[in-house]
């Protein structure tokens, strides 16, 4: 399994109307991130930057299948509205992720 963080920024102005749109994601879409091998995504939010942990499978895997996935389309389209973009980041799963740094729970002594 891949544990792994991302960043992203919304728009100026689109905070409020970005939770409320995650207050109840699309059921068909948690499907879908299911079916692709993701099995937990979770946001937290400080002003515009939004910070995200997923756990998957595969994660490379699941963004290629999600990136034909009609649902993941357009959510993907939906969402463009209020988040500027993933931060990126060359050494990251898929060009993504944050570097891990530290975990208190694999620190052994």
């Not at 207050?23 to 879409?29: D, F, Y």
Request: aromatic fraction near 10%; hydrophobic fraction near 40%; glycine fraction near 6%.
């Amino acid at each position: 399994m891949t544990r792994l963080a991302l960043h992203s920024r919304l728009i100026p102005g689109t905070e409020e109307a970005y939770e409320s749109e995650h207050a109840r994601v699309w059921p068909e879409l948690i499907t879908v991130m299911h079916t692709a091998g993701i099995r937990d995504w979770s946001i937290w939010r400080s002003g515009r930057d939004l910070f995200h942990l997923v756990e998957a499978d595969d994660f490379e895997a699941a963004l290629a299948y999600l990136k034909d996935n009609p649902t993941d389309q357009r959510w993907q389209q939906h969402m463009s509205q209020f988040v500027e973009g993933f931060a990126q980041n060359p050494e990251g799963v898929a060009g993504q992720s944050l570097r891990h740094v530290w975990t208190m729970s694999e620190q052994v002594d």
